[in-house]
T-cell receptor, first 113, second 114 residues
Framework: GAGVSQSPRYKVAKRGQDVALRCDPISGHVSLFWYQQALGQGPEFLTYFQNEAQLDKSGLPSDRFFAERPEGSVSTLKIQRTQQEDSAVYLC???????????FGSGTRLTVV | DQQVKQNSPSLSVQEGRISILNCDYTNSMFDYFLWYKKYPAEGPTFLISISSIKDKNEDGRFTVFLNKSAKHLSLHIVPSQPGDSAVYFCAAEQSGGGADGLTFGKGTHLIIQP
């Protein structure tokens, strides 16, 4: 497709449930980023991939968060044992290079109840 | 510790007038700055950017000004149009090594009054 696609658009999870969020970047984009946007805040960096290599995961808030991009295209962000504070919009962005020129997806809104 | 600050949560401007959105940063390692526009239920859309070697960049109705000594940048929209109503995020990055990804401000909700 022409843009970054994220699914699902909305996800409601019970506390303690595991969730998986998917990102389909623009074809050919080498770099892929995940951001977390809490209500009333700006997006905050979670992790960065260059092709299949996860080069930076310093923004992941806890070891319950795990991201992968095994074939260098589609990426999955997994959150284990979800907590209420995980409720946020999770944004994926891709670019042809590591810096600048990011295209964002529409995000997945996760609500933990 | 917010490294990128947008101190105005909202701004209301009359259609046709100039909108000025402000952004301050604290990290002197930032050397590339971007503005994103966001509509509800959509992802941020890139608007305009500026490198730290410049003090101004213009694209149609949008101009970004950078004052490095003050660690301040601003986005000017003139003339403002109803479709400009959205949340605007200021973002910064270090282009040469350093942290990956963008550091965002909290955003300013711009409302264009007819």
């Amino acid at each position: 497709g022409a843009g970054v696609s994220q699914s699902p658009r909305y996800k409601v999870a019970k506390r303690g449930q595991d969730v998986a969020l998917r990102c389909d970047p623009i074809s050919g984009h080498v770099s892929l980023f995940w951001y977390q946007q809490a209500l009333g805040q700006g997006p905050e960096f979670l992790t960065y991939f260059q092709n299949e290599a996860q080069l930076d995961k310093s923004g992941l808030p806890s070891d319950r968060f795990f991201a992968e991009r095994p074939e260098g295209s589609v990426s999955t962000l997994k959150i284990q044992r979800t907590q209420q504070e995980d409720s946020a919009v999770y944004l994926c962005a891709s670019s042809t290079s590591g810096k600048g020129g990011y295209t964002f997806g529409s995000g997945t809104r996760l609500t933990v109840v | 510790d917010q490294q990128v600050k947008q101190n105005s949560p909202s701004l209301s401007v009359q259609e046709g007038r100039i909108s000025i959105l402000n952004c301050d940063y604290t990290n002197s390692m930032f050397d590339y700055f971007l503005w994103y526009k966001k509509y509800p239920a959509e992802g941020p859309t890139f608007l305009i950017s500026i490198s730290s070697i410049k003090d101004k960049n213009e694209d149609g109705r949008f101009t970004v000004f950078l004052n490095k000594s003050a660690k301040h940048l601003s986005l000017h929209i003139v003339p403002s149009q109803p479709g400009d109503s959205a949340v605007y995020f200021c973002a910064a990055e270090q282009s040469g090594g350093g942290a990956d990804g963008l550091t965002f401000g909290k955003g300013t909700h711009l409302i264009i009054q007819p």
